[in-house]
């Protein structure tokens, strides 16, 4: 067989190939009929061929149309370029992602309208609460605004206003608060920052307001001004501790200006130490032999020892403090008695005449309590004038504290002034220096032998200055660290 056309000339083309065979095949019957057949044939090769081509052309420059309104973001445009593409040749791959694009742009494009409109609506919302001075939800707006879109309009500027008016009404509304209270320095300032740059603020209404807060506060100044001698004359009464007059200042404050925090505390205080100096009275007195001052303790039933058993004791007196340096060389010299051991000659050291006497036995002691007119206290007697009658731990309560006593942990090594820790060292009955300073000899017995020691002193810890706390030392025996006190069961009400 001859070849084919299309073998000899490749670029003929299937359609045109088809009728050349036809032309060329041997059976009459299946050759076209007539010349003219064949002209027909191959016009409607050239005819298609021409309308292939210019679909195609029409399709190229569709799709560079389409390019570049996908470039400008024109994809409403793009996307009907797109679409006359598809129905020109459906399966070109490069339409189906054109209008792919095309349709995710116009998706964003809509997405961002309905953005748009929701802050125009958030916009003009803001706008009208701020005409209405409603300046929280405004701002809730606004700020939304901004975040969707920082360069919306002028909603930025519009923002800050309400800021600031929010801001500038609660200033106001302080300064009223300030004002109410009288508290006329803080108003004014609340004034000035409402005003500041906005000298008109509600109609002037906050500049009237400001000039009330400045004749306030210069009354206030007028009123100090009258006041400060009071004050002066305060500080020197309160450091004289004369209660009396500290009461009368006080109440002469009050009445220039009622409600002064000052002023009250110390009315009160000064009248707690007037009742209390006035219950003192009558449960001190002093003890004629030896002149020291003495404190009643009252009778009735109190907590004993560690295990705080109940116990009833009568009315007694008991030394304030123990007998100092001081008190027992008049004792000495009066009779006759050995001194302690430390001192030179019958006299002890100038510089601790008020410091408790130390280096005596229980001897001693006893002997000196002899020549008073006392006794030594018993144990039980010691321990209720130090611990009151609820069984308490410490003269002051139940916990330690440092600063109340002298004791191993102040680090001063030595015997200080008695009464140096009053009051706060003090006893319910105003008994001094009953924890810490020096060892007390009592009149008991210990069950282990020699004489029974209360109250811890500058050498002892935390736990030997408890009140229930006990010692012992031989009848005989003297330290540097030990003292006593007396009391009396006779009644000196």
Same mark, same amino acid.
């Given at each position: 067989?001859?070849?084919?056309?299309?073998? %000899?000339?490749?670029h003929?083309?299937?359609?045109l190939?088809d !009728?050349?065979?036809r032309?060329?095949t041997?059976?009459?019957?299946e050759?076209?009929?007539s010349?003219g057949?064949l002209v027909?044939?191959?016009?409607?090769?050239?005819d298609?061929?021409?309308?292939?081509? &210019?679909r195609e052309t029409?399709?190229? &420059?569709?799709?560079?149309?389409? @390019?570049?309104?996908l470039k400008d973001?024109?994809w409403l445009e793009?996307f009907?370029c797109c679409t006359r593409?598809?129905r020109l040749?459906?399966g070109?791959?490069?339409t189906?992602?054109?209008?792919t694009a095309?349709k995710q742009g116009l998706d964003r @494009?809509?997405?961002?309208?309905v953005?748009?409109?929701?802050?125009?609506?958030?916009?003009q919302?803001?706008?009208?609460?701020?005409?209405?001075?409603?300046?929280?939800?405004? %701002?809730?707006a606004?700020?939304?605004v901004?975040?969707g879109n920082?360069?919306?309009?002028?909603?930025q /500027?519009?923002?800050a206003?309400?800021?600031d008016e929010l &801001?500038r009404?609660?200033? =106001?509304?302080?300064a009223i608060?300030?004002?109410e209270?009288?508290?006329?320095?803080?108003a004014c300032?609340?004034?000035?920052?409402?005003?500041?740059?906005?000298?008109?603020y509600?109609d002037?209404?906050?500049?009237k307001?400001l000039?009330?807060? !400045?004749?306030?506060?210069?009354?206030? =100044?007028e009123q100090?001004?009258?006041?400060l001698p009071?004050?002066?004359?305060?500080?020197?009464?309160i450091?004289?501790?004369d209660?009396?007059?500290?009461?009368?200042l006080?109440?002469?404050?009050l009445?220039?200006?009622p409600?002064?925090?000052?002023?009250?505390?110390?009315?009160?205080?000064a009248?707690?130490?007037?009742?209390?100096?006035?219950e003192q009275?009558?449960?001190?007195?002093v003890w004629e032999?030896d002149?020291?001052?003495m404190?009643?303790?009252?009778?009735? &039933?109190?907590? =004993?020892?560690?295990?705080?058993k109940e116990?009833e004791?009568?009315?007694?007196w008991?030394?304030?403090t123990p007998?100092?340096?001081?008190?027992?060389a008049r004792?000495v010299a009066?009779?006759?008695?050995e001194p302690?051991?430390?001192w030179?000659?019958?006299?002890?050291?100038q510089?601790?005449?008020d410091?408790p006497v $130390? =280096?005596?036995s229980?001897?001693?002691?006893?002997?000196y309590?002899?020549?008073?007119?006392?006794r030594l206290?018993?144990?039980?007697e010691?321990?209720?004038a130090?611990?009151?009658s609820?069984?308490?731990?410490y003269?002051?309560g139940n916990?330690w504290q440092?600063g109340?006593?002298?004791?191993k /942990?102040t680090? %001063?090594?030595? $015997? $200080?002034p008695v009464? @140096?820790y009053?009051?706060?060292?003090?006893?319910p009955y105003g008994?001094?220096?009953?924890?810490?300073?020096v060892?007390?000899w009592?009149?008991s017995e210990?069950?282990?032998?020699?004489?029974?020691?209360?109250?811890g002193?500058?050498?002892?810890?935390?736990?030997a200055?408890?009140?229930?706390?006990?010692?012992r030392l031989a009848?005989?025996?003297?330290?540097?660290?030990?003292g006593?006190?007396c009391?009396s069961?006779?009644?000196?009400?």
């Open positions: 067989l001859p070849p084919a056309p299309l073998e %000899i000339a490749p003929l083309g299937d359609d190939n !009728v050349l065979l032309a060329l041997k059976p009459p019957s050759r076209y009929p010349a057949a027909a044939a191959l016009r409607e090769v050239t298609a061929r021409t309308e292939a081509a &210019q029409t399709l190229e &420059q569709l799709e560079t149309q389409a @390019q570049k309104l973001g024109e793009a009907d593409m598809m040749d459906p070109r791959p490069a189906l992602e054109m209008l095309a @494009q809509q997405a961002e309208e953005k748009r409109r929701r802050l125009a609506e958030l916009y919302q803001g706008l009208q609460l701020l005409e209405e001075k409603n300046w929280e939800q405004a %701002i809730s606004l700020e939304e901004v975040k920082p360069d919306f309009r002028d909603a /500027e519009n923002l206003q309400a800021h &801001q009404a609660r200033r =106001y509304d302080e608060a300030h004002a209270a009288e508290d006329w320095a803080a300032r609340a004034w000035v920052s409402v005003l500041r740059g906005r000298i008109g509600r002037g209404d906050a500049a307001r000039l009330d807060a !400045v004749e306030g506060l210069l009354g206030r =100044y100090a001004s009258a006041a009071l004050y002066d004359g305060l500080l020197v009464t450091k004289k501790e209660w009396a007059k500290t009461a009368e006080s109440e002469k404050l009445q220039l200006k409600g002064l925090g000052y002023p009250q505390a110390w009315l009160a205080h009248r707690a130490e007037l009742e209390r100096q006035q009275g009558q449960n001190r007195a032999q002149g020291k001052e404190v009643c303790v009252p009778a009735g &039933q109190f907590l =004993y020892g560690d295990e705080k116990m004791l009568p009315e007694f008991i030394d304030k007998v100092t340096n001081g008190e027992y004792f009066a009779a006759g008695h302690p051991e430390h030179k000659g019958d006299v002890p050291p510089e601790t005449a410091h $130390t =280096y005596v229980w001897n001693d002691a006893a002997a309590a002899e020549w008073a007119g006392k206290p018993t144990e039980e010691w321990e209720k130090a611990r009151g609820d069984g308490r731990k003269p002051w916990d440092e109340r006593c002298n004791t /942990e680090g %001063i090594g030595a $015997t $200080t009464g @140096q009053s009051p706060d060292g003090d006893s008994c001094a220096d009953v924890a810490g300073n060892w007390e009592m009149v210990h069950e282990k032998g020699g004489r029974v020691l209360r109250g002193s500058w050498y002892s810890d935390a736990n200055v408890r009140c229930a706390f006990r010692s009848p005989f025996a003297s330290n540097d660290d030990v006593f006190r009391v069961p006779v009644s000196l009400s």
